[in-house]
């Protein structure tokens, strides 16, 4: 095994800077504390405190807000008895007129909605097995590094700062009433950045590594037990020749 | 303190993970393992050029077309932000200038000086080029907010014949512009600016593989 291998690896206690390539000894930092790069002060590791558990439950609340945020209305505007509501999906596809046009759509919604969302939602099949000392579910690890690749690409709080622009602008032409979905994407906002706050990819890294290396408790119970049971039964054959 | 390439080893840019050479994939991560990128630099340039194309139609054309009853108005990123102040709003005004202009502009202008600077040398030390980079990886996002802008409005304001909102060229332009140049802030490998400085000429050809029987040297931590 590969995994195996890599344990037994002296390279496996070295970091490299992803920054600046300078490699050096890990020392694996209290929870709180922040291990440095030496050359560049690039932050190689940043562990919290249970921060597994927390970022799961970020993870599952961004996911309830993105889905109501996108289905309820988010802005009202009215002016001489006419009026015209908006959802935040309304706003993502207000492009679609034309092909080309359409594209930028689908990129629109990308960017607010749906890879926040996808975001949590990776989050939590990676760490739900490691907070409850399981072993990974399979492709945690390309999960995990989706996540990563796709952290740029997450927009909400830029587009939360466009819609504060765009309500100056339209309250010289309309009346503006703000519904639901509003204030809860406004939460969205606060929980996307929090959520990445938390996360420490090396961390991450480093127990999804132990966790392949060393099974986790179900996998340790089920050995044990299998063990057991061939003490109790050691007389009997296990397959009988006729 | 020595880098993963003068050790003749190479680093996952991932995980971190660091690996003897000719090793394609990492083995904790799975990312291709690479000691630098021959072709980063011109996967910079090629993405810096692309934004740079799109960003010229993306100040010219309209970005936002208003309808009223009586006049149809086309505005541009700058003449729209101009028109804000001249209402009074000039915050908003410098909030738009700052993202769609400012921003862009500086992001042009530093990437450039960063490619250039792997190349040639710079006077910047490796630790502000370093920070500059990291900068504009952060800010690049945050010029989407006029799209966004246009995206809310043209959504939101279809009053029929009162008064009707719609996007206009520039915002597909400004967009694509905005994610080329993202693109070439990702293409560009910081560790370039660090190697430089170490008085190594750039030369990005791969590691070789090690001889089984050289035993490879503890590095100091």
């Known amino acids: 095994m590969a995994h195996a291998k890599a344990s037994a690896d002296p ?72 009026a015209n509501a908006s959802s935040i999906l309304d706003a993502a596809l207000a492009f679609s007129s034309s092909t080309l046009f359409t594209l930028l759509s689908l990129l629109l919604a990308g960017l607010i909605v749906f890879i926040p969302a996808l975001r949590a939602l990776l989050s939590i099949y990676v760490l739900w097995p490691l907070v409850r000392d399981r072993a990974p579910w399979p492709g945690a690890i390309g999960a995990f590094r989706l996540s990563e690749a796709l952290r740029p690409w997450s927009m909400a709080e830029v587009f939360a700062i466009g819609c504060a622009v765009a309500l100056i602008k339209v309250s010289d032409l309309a009346r503006v009433e703000f519904g639901p979905a509003f204030w809860i994407f406004a939460f969205l906002v606060i929980l996307v950045p929090v959520q990445d706050g938390l996360t420490c990819r090396q961390s991450v890294w480093r127990s999804l590594d132990r966790s392949l290396v060393h099974p986790g408790r179900k996998e340790r119970r089920a050995a044990r037990d299998a063990d057991r049971a061939r003490d109790r039964t050691p007389d009997l054959p296990a397959e009988s020749a006729p | 303190m020595k880098s993963a390439r003068e050790m003749g080893l190479v680093a996952c840019t991932r995980c971190n993970r660091v690996w003897e050479p000719g090793i394609a994939h990492c083995g904790r991560c ?38 009223t009853l009586v006049s149809r108005q ?129 030369d990005l050809a791969p590691l070789p593989a090690p001889s089984p029987k050289d035993p490879k040297e503890e590095p100091a931590g």
């Open chain 2, 30 to 67: 799975g990312h291709k393992l690479q000691s630098r990128n021959p072709l980063g630099l011109q996967k910079v340039w090629a993405w810096w050029v692309l934004g740079l194309i799109c960003y010229i139609p993306a100040n010219l054309d309209p970005m936002l077309i208003t309808r």
């Open chain 1, 11 to 82: 390279l496996a206690d070295l970091i490299a800077c992803p920054r600046c390539d300078a490699v050096q000894h890990v020392v694996e930092p209290q929870p709180g504390q922040r291990a440095l790069c030496g050359r560049c002060d690039h932050v190689l590791i940043a562990p919290r405190k249970s921060a597994g558990k927390q970022i799961i439950a970020v993870a599952v609340s961004v996911l309830i807000l993105a889905v109501s945020a996108t289905s309820l209305p988010f802005l009202r505007i009215s002016r001489a008895g006419l």
């Open chain 2, 74 to 202: 086309d505005n541009t990123i700058i003449g729209g932000a101009l028109e804000l102040g001249r209402h009074g709003s000039w915050g908003i005004a410098l909030v738009i200038l700052a993202a769609s202009v400012a921003i862009p502009v500086a992001k042009f202008s530093v990437i450039a000086a960063l490619a250039l600077g792997v190349r040639h040398g710079s006077r910047m030390s490796a630790e502000r080029r370093q920070h500059l980079h990291e900068i504009v990886e952060y800010i690049g996002r945050w010029s989407m907010i006029d799209v966004f802008v246009v995206a809310i409005l043209s959504s939101l304001v279809q009053l029929g014949a009162v008064v009707a909102i719609r996007p206009g060229q520039a915002s597909l332009y400004f967009a694509l512009s905005v994610i080329f140049t993202m693109f070439s802030a990702m293409a560009f490998d910081s560790r370039l600016i660090w190697d430089a400085e170490e008085g190594e000429v750039p």
